[in-house]
């Protein structure tokens, strides 16, 4: 007799897993299945862990370059890519074993294979060696996530031309890297490679680097990459990339121009594709767009007891965006009343060096939807602390409403700015004031005091620049 459970999720990434601990600790009988060895998802084996990982030792050894800057002195600093690499894996290994703690010390049965509807309240799970079984589910909730997306004309031979899962288990540091598409993902391997000594160059089909964050803010992140040497080129569609006795070769088109470019190795970083083929959707009423699956605000599909969360949703493809909606969904499971997630209040952070954190509304979308906006820029250089380490580049600026002074959006570049970034958030949540931001005091000297200067500057009276 199959066993029965009051959720069964599958897929176990930052939405999975973070529903099952929540599942686990609302007294919720759970089931967790993942086809990977390990439980934890993209964010963990193929994404922001492994990525951040990278950009850490990246980042490290520019710092360690400029040593001399701050009285040590450092002779010959060079990259040791394998045990960067063994770092990286060390820290994935490590949250993994977090992950299989968590599911025990929340008494969540972790059920390792392929899961697929195969019913009303069934999954059939399909492990490695073929044998099947069924778990009965009072509700079932899909978090099977995504994988990357590749362009018919930038075939991925995980050779040259890699993606963001292959590029992540390069065994040298390239002598020059071409990274296709500017969002994220992009951005952050052009810092790490620009870092580590490969002649980088980003290409992008849009207008601007992190096409999505407000454009002053990406117009800083470009002037930062070229004077970093990273070879920038943006309004460019790639038309064919082809093999060369050592490389690649890229052909594009920039306006009425068609440009190429070489190098020994391309990643593809144009984005992703929710993974929503094979979960048995064809049991149930649900019907996909584009491979995205519909849901309410409590993360109902279509289907009676089936909930959808994650980059499987046509919601922002983000990790803590995901175990936000399994954790609603599970609440509401639980028969809890969840606050229904408000998108607007989604934090953006690119890892990328200086770092890009956002929350809230653009300059562009605060107009768009009829606020007379009002703006504040403070540059970093008006914080000492950013001095110290030699970091004094980039930039804060706030989006507010005018008639009732209300912080509407926070755009951060610069060093640490995607943890400066939090105390915008809860300013927004709490819809507070750039008056009432103004007037919070800020401890001196700190990066934060960015987030202090940006809020008088929106109120016409900065102090230090
Ligand atoms: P996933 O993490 O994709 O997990 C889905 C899981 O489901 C996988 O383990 C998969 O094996 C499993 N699965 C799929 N189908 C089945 C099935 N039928 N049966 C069983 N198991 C199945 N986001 C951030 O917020 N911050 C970052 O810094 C960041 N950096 C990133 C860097 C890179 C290079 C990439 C690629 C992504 C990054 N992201 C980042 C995005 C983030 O990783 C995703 O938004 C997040 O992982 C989505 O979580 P999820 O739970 O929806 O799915």
Same mark, same amino acid.
């Given at each position: 007799?199959?066993?029965?459970?009051?959720?069964?999720?599958?897929?176990?990434?930052?939405?999975?897993?973070?529903?099952?601990?929540?599942?686990? !600790?609302?007294? &919720? *009988?759970?089931?967790?299945?993942?086809?990977?060895?390990? /439980?934890?998802?993209?964010?963990?084996?193929?994404?922001?862990? =492994?990525?951040?990982?990278?950009?850490?030792?990246?980042? /490290?050894?520019?710092?360690?370059?400029?040593?001399?800057?701050?009285?040590?002195?450092?002779?010959? =600093?060079?990259?040791?890519?394998?045990?960067?690499?063994?770092?990286?894996?060390?820290?994935?290994?490590?949250?993994?074993?977090?992950?299989?703690?968590?599911?025990?010390?929340?008494?969540?049965?972790?059920?390792?294979?392929?899961?697929?509807?195969?019913?009303?309240?069934?999954?059939?799970?399909?492990?490695?060696?073929?044998?099947? !079984? +069924? /778990?009965?589910?009072?509700?079932?909730?899909?978090?099977?996530?995504?994988? =990357?997306?590749?362009?018919?004309?930038?075939?991925?031979?995980?050779?040259?031309?890699?993606?963001?899962?292959?590029?992540?288990?390069?065994?040298?540091?390239?002598?020059?890297?071409?990274?296709?598409?500017? #969002?994220?993902?992009?951005? %952050?391997?052009?810092?790490?490679?620009?870092?580590?000594?490969?002649?980088?160059?980003?290409?992008?089909?849009?207008?601007?680097?992190?096409?999505?964050?407000?454009?002053?803010?990406?117009?800083?992140?470009?002037?930062?990459?070229?004077?970093?040497?990273?070879?920038?080129?943006?309004?460019?569609?790639?038309?064919?990339?082809?093999?060369?006795?050592?490389?690649?070769?890229?052909?594009?088109?920039?306006?009425? $121009?068609? *440009?190429?470019?070489?190098?020994?190795?391309? &990643?593809?970083?144009? #984005?992703?594709?929710?993974?929503?083929?094979?979960?048995?959707?064809?049991?149930?009423?649900?019907?996909?767009?584009?491979?995205?699956?519909?849901?309410?605000?409590?993360?109902?599909?279509?289907?009676?007891?089936?909930?959808?969360?994650?980059?499987?949703?046509?919601?922002?493809? /983000?990790?803590?965006?995901?175990?936000? %909606?399994?954790?609603?969904?599970?609440?509401?499971?639980?028969?809890?009343?969840?606050?229904?997630?408000?998108?607007?209040?989604?934090?953006?952070?690119?890892?990328?060096?200086?770092?890009?954190?956002?929350?809230?509304?653009?300059?562009?979308?605060?107009?768009?939807?009829?606020?007379?906006? *009002?703006?504040?820029?403070?540059?970093? #250089?008006?914080?000492?602390?950013?001095?110290?380490?030699?970091?004094?580049?980039?930039?804060?600026?706030?989006?507010?409403?005018? *008639?009732?002074?209300? +912080?509407?959006?926070?755009?951060?570049?610069?060093?640490?700015?995607?943890?400066?970034?939090?105390?915008?958030?809860?300013?927004?949540?709490? %819809?507070?004031?750039? $008056?009432? &931001?103004?007037?919070?005091?800020?401890?001196?000297?700190?990066?934060?005091?960015?987030?202090?200067?940006?809020?008088?500057?929106? &109120?016409?009276?900065?102090?230090?620049?």
């Amino acid at each position: 007799m199959a066993e029965t459970f009051d959720v069964v999720i599958i897929g176990s990434g930052p939405g999975g897993y973070v529903g099952a601990i929540r599942a686990g !600790q609302l007294g &919720l *009988k759970t089931a967790i299945i993942e086809k990977d060895k390990r /439980l934890g998802g993209t964010c963990l084996h193929r994404g922001c862990i =492994p990525t951040k990982s990278l950009l850490w030792t990246a980042e /490290l050894f520019h710092h360690v370059r400029e040593a001399a800057d701050f009285g040590i002195d450092v002779s010959s =600093p060079a990259i040791n890519w394998p045990n960067a690499m063994k770092h990286k894996d060390k820290v994935v290994t490590k949250g993994a074993n977090g992950i299989d703690f968590l599911m025990k010390k929340n008494k969540v049965t972790v059920v390792k294979g392929h899961g697929r509807i195969a019913g009303k309240g069934k999954v059939e799970v399909t492990a490695e060696d073929g044998s099947k !079984q +069924v /778990l009965e589910a009072k509700n079932i909730i899909i978090a099977t996530g995504s994988v =990357p997306k590749s362009l018919p004309n930038v075939p991925v031979d995980h050779k040259r031309v890699l993606n963001s899962d292959s590029i992540l288990q390069i065994d040298r540091v390239p002598k020059s890297i071409i990274v296709l598409g500017a #969002g994220a993902v992009g951005c %952050e391997f052009a810092s790490v490679f620009n870092h580590v000594g490969s002649k980088t160059a980003i290409v992008e089909y849009m207008p601007a680097l992190l096409p999505i964050e407000d454009a002053d803010i990406s117009k800083e992140l470009e002037k930062i990459f070229k004077r970093r040497g990273i070879d920038v080129h943006t309004g460019s569609a790639v038309e064919k990339v082809e093999h060369t006795a050592d490389g690649v070769r890229v052909t594009m088109k920039v306006g009425n $121009e068609t *440009k190429t470019l070489e190098a020994e190795i391309l &990643l593809s970083a144009v #984005g992703r594709s929710p993974v929503t083929e094979d979960v048995g959707l064809d049991k149930t009423s649900i019907k996909s767009e584009r491979g995205y699956i519909k849901v309410d605000s409590m993360l109902r599909t279509s289907e009676p007891n089936v909930y959808a969360v994650g980059d499987i949703i046509p919601t922002p493809m /983000l990790a803590h965006m995901a175990s936000a %909606e399994c954790v609603v969904a599970v609440e509401h499971i639980a028969g809890k009343s969840p606050q229904p997630i408000n998108y607007d209040l989604t934090p953006s952070a690119t890892y990328c060096y200086p770092e890009v954190a956002s929350v809230g509304l653009t300059e562009k979308k605060a107009k768009e939807r009829g606020y007379d906006v *009002k703006v504040g820029i403070a540059p970093m #250089g008006a914080v000492t602390k950013a001095a110290i380490s030699n970091e004094a580049t980039g930039m804060i600026k706030i989006v507010s409403d005018r *008639k009732y002074d209300e +912080v509407l959006g926070v755009h951060i570049i610069g060093p640490h700015a995607t943890e400066l970034l939090a105390e915008a958030c809860v300013a927004l949540k709490l %819809e507070i004031t750039t $008056e009432e &931001l103004a007037n919070t005091i800020h401890a001196h000297p700190t990066l934060s005091e960015i987030v202090h200067e940006g809020a008088e500057a929106t &109120l016409g009276h900065p102090r230090h620049f």
